[in-house]
Every structure is written in structure tokens, then in C-alpha cells.
């Protein structure tokens, strides 16, 4: 069985420390190669303010990145986005596929000083299952948890639940392992602020509501000595600062003006257009945020003229990617050009459909001719709420301008602008909208957006089937070579139209040192050289 490409079964099946020693790939933090050192208080200025902060009781992306330094789950994504494991050593699965059995490390610490027994994971399991907002879609086919003895967990599935574990761990998901105890406790009701224990290198010290969210060190975490360094969420982690301070400051010109005064060592919402005025700047740095979002084009299949793929073909081939990519990011270096819908850092990547990945205006216009367009006006929305899909929108429209088509431009506030390309009332208002995709942690995660009985604007039973099999094999190569698929009729149907990737950008003081992203801010393995 070939899980993911570059680990064997044994290595996800049994799990030991022969993870490394068998050829798993791991990543090691640039720190580790200097000479890192305990100590100090890092603080960041965070663009959001955090109002909830029970794992099941928010999905905020912010709280999901903090998730990640206190909670740890069953299993986790390295930097390829493939699974490893974080808190079992391993699993086997029976050959009918219903039945995963799980062994959990040994003397693992939870925040409150208890250790962890599988008795923890049921809990946390059935407190997953009643309150968490993806329960039914993850958990739907599970019929029972139990643990047989403290070092074990078993899952029993009424049948085979296909890439369950890869949809379990995703961040998102906010399957978090708590003591018992805490899940008794809190009952029906949100975690209370003395209950968000979990086992990662921090743990909670204060939430200053409206201010600032406060974690420190956790002196007895047990850092995973199976792996050489971090990797993506997981591997051998290493919490070096003694706070971390989350800065809750939505202003970006307060987050420059503190940053250059030494109130923060990190802001998160910098101008991008800073970036080589920070960057030049004798004690000053920056860290670039990949992968990110890529920019895209939705088409209404519905809507006459996009009915037609001759015209639909020269709305995707007729356009200058770069030139769109650029004038509305500005900054060459947090782009790239790339066909594949999974980012180039993800094991999914592929470039099928590359093909119609390309600007060729003359066989746009051969197209439009051959369709006999007869300037139908194209209707294009847009929203100012995000400043990436109005800019990019406004020069797309210029590029269809420049070959013959009749494009006006719609702008929309954000809500009315969902209304419009979700609304199966209102499919015949618009043809095209500008929209951007964020990371799939796993392919499965594209069905909401190509299947037809869950996205209006296009409807093909080809497509169905590929997710339909994304969502039932357990195996690597064959969920790769249907994911492949599904990308080649992406392109073929030009079922949406892929622009470009643009990544994020964080300002950071010099002697921070380590500091890197995996969709989203991680601070184990961080150190300050001061």
C-alpha cells in the first residue's frame, strides 16, 4: 500500500522511531542549523481579534493557526502536505477496511500535568462527534470508538471510510486531543478558559479579550524524538521562547509603526508593498508566507454565451496571467505562474491540463469568431472587500476588452456577491466572478467546488465520478491519478479559470530567527538572537 509517495507502510502502519531511520523525509528548521537558545517573550501583531476560542466552537483561521501550538491530534501534515504521525505511533486498518486500530505514544503530558490514556481520545472523540462543525461529514460512517486497553484506540466503520484520516487531520477539522476529565467537565457548554488543555509545546496563560492572547512554554512536553526537526505541523517540535504574545492590532500602519519602535517582533499585516523598504532596513527582515491563495476566474456554465466552450475556451486562453498576477499584487516575488490546482509545495501538485494554461489572443479571437459572438454583454463581479479580486477583475476585464468581448464590470459588496454565485435563483444575473482558493489540505476538499449537485455553475457526471473516487480510496496513487483527472477536466470544461498563486508576507525583526509559515504563522523552533 502506497499511503503517500515518499513513506512506506511501515512507516504509517507501525510508526517508530525507524521513521527516521527508514527514509521519511523531514524537514529541518534553518535554526537548528545555528545555535538556537531558550529564553524571552516573542510578540506579534495579528490583524484579527479572537472572540471564540473553544476548538468546536469557532472556525476562524486565526484560531486554527493558534490550535496548532497548544492541541495536537492522532496524526498531522508534514511540508508536503502528507500525513505523519503526531500523537499515535502508528495504525492498522483490517483488510474490509472497517476496522483502524491506533497505538498512542507513552508519557505524553497534557497541560494540567495528567498523562494521556486512549480513554482521552474516545472522550475527545464523542465530544468531536456532538459538537464540531464537519462531525457528520468526517465522522458519518463511524459506528464505534473504544479502547480496549490505555495505549490503544479503535475505530469501527459501518464501511470503508476512505481518506478519513486525512480529513480528521486537518486543521480545520479541530479534532483535538483534551483530557477526559475536561470533556466531562465542560459538558454540553464551550470550553471555559481554564479547559483549553491540550499537549503542544505551549500552553494558555491569559486571553486578554479585545487584547492580546497570551501562551507560554510548556516545560514538560514531550518532544517527538522520532523525527530530527519539524516538520509542517508536526515532527520534532521545539518551543524555545519563554511567552508568546498574539497582539490583536488591525491597523497596518500600527503594526509598521510598532514593529520599527520594538513593541512587536513580528506584524502580520505589514503592506506587502513595504517589503523592500523592511527588508533593506539594517535590523529588519521578512518572511514570505507560501502557499497561500491562488486567484481564479468562476464561469457560469448556465448563462448563454458561457454555454458555449468556444467561448468559454477564450476566456481562459486569451488573457495575460502575468500581467494580471502582477498588477494586482505588485510584487513579482509573492507570485507564480503554476496550472496546478494543488500548490507546487503540496505532494498533489501535477500539471495536467498545462495546455490551456497560456495567453494566445489570436485563437481567443479565431474562437469568439467561430462562435458567432454578437456582443453580448458579459457581465464580470466583483467585490472591493477583498482589493486582490476587485484589482484582479478590473484588469481581466480589460484583457477580454482586448479581445472583442463585451465585459462590464459588476461590483458587489462580499455578501451579495456569495448570494450571486451560490444562488441557483440567480444563475441567470452573472457569467463571470472573480474568487480565490485557499490551501486543500487533501483533494477531497475540491468537491464542494466541482461536483454538480454542490456548485450551481457547472454540472458534468465525469467529474462526479473522480470525486466520488477521491472520497473512497485510501491509497496515494490512486487518489493521485484520479486528482489528475479531475484537474485535466478543469481545464477541458474550463470549468473555473485558475490565475495565478500569490503568497503572504510577514515584517519580522532581524533577531528573530526560525520564523517560518505552513498555512499560517508557526512559532515552535523560533528563537530570538538577542
Known sequence: MMLYPYATRRQFLIGSTALVGAGLAISQSPARAQTAKFGGVLTCAINETVDAFDPLATAATIVRTMHSHLFESLYTYDSKFGLIPELATGYDVTEDGNTWTFTLLDGVKFHDGSTMVAEDVVASWNRFMKKARLASSIGGKVEKVYAPDSGTVVFQFSSNPGPFLEKLSQPHAAFKIYPAAIVEAAGDEALADDQFVGTGPFRMKEWRRGEALVMERFPDYRV??????????GGRRTAYVDELVWTFISEP???????????????????????????????????????????????????????????????????????????????????????????????????AGAEYYKNDKEEARRLIAEAGYDNQEIVLMT????????????????????????????????????????????????????????????????????????????????????????????????????????????????????????????????????????????FWDVWLDK
Not at 517527538?224 to 505541523?233: E, K, Q, S, T, W
Not at 479580486?389 to 481581466?396: G, M, N, R
Not at 467529474?463 to 491509497?475: F, K, N, S, V
Open 224 to 233: 517527538d524524538d522520532r523525527y530530527d526537526g519539524p516538520d509542517g505541523l
Open 253 to 351: 500602519g500600527t503594526q509598521e509603526a510598532g514593529l520599527r519602535s520594538g513593541r512587536f517582533d513580528i506584524a502580520d499585516s505589514v503592506p506587502p508593498e513595504q517589503r523592500l523598504s523592511i527588508e533593506g532596513t539594517e535590523g529588519f527582515a521578512g518572511t514570505t508566507l507560501k502557499p497561500l491563495n491562488w486567484l481564479n476566474i468562476m464561469v457560469n456554465h448556465h448563462n448563454p454565451p458561457m454555454d458555449d466552450l468556444r467561448i468559454r475556451r477564450a476566456v481562459q486562453i486569451g488573457v495575460d496571467r502575468e500581467l494580471i498576477m502582477l498588477g494586482t499584487i505588485g510584487d513579482p516575488e509573492l507570485i507564480r505562474l503554476s496550472p496546478s490546482l494543488a500548490f507546487e509545495e503540496q505532494v498533489w501538485a501535477n500539471d
Open 383 to 522: 467585490t472591493r472587500t477583498l482589493d486582490s479580486l476587485y484589482k484582479s477583475a478590473v484588469i481581466y476585464q480589460q484583457e477580454l476588452q482586448s479581445i472583442g468581448l463585451n465585459v462590464r464590470l459588476e461590483v458587489l459588496d462580499w455578501a451579495a456577491l456569495l448570494a450571486h454565485v451560490q444562488g441557483e435563483d440567480l444563475r441567470p444575473k452573472w457569467h463571470l466572478s472573480s474568487m480565490e482558493h485557499s490551501v486543500r489540505y487533501d483533494p477531497s476538499g475540491w468537491d464542494t467546488n466541482f461536483r454538480s449537485d454542490k456548485w450551481t455553475p457547472y454540472a458534468n457526471p465525469e467529474m462526479d465520478g473522480l470525486l466520488d473516487e477521491i472520497a473512497t480510496l485510501r491509497e496515494f496513487e490512486p487518489r493521485y491519478e484520479a486528482f489528475k483527472d479531475v484537474q485535466q477536466i478543469f481545464y477541458d470544461d474550463v470549468v473555473n479559470i485558475k490565475l495565478g498563486d500569490y503568497f503572504g508576507w510577514h515584517a519580522r525583526r532581524s533577531y528573530v530567527m526560525g520564523y517560518k509559515s505552513f498555512n499560517g504563522s508557526v
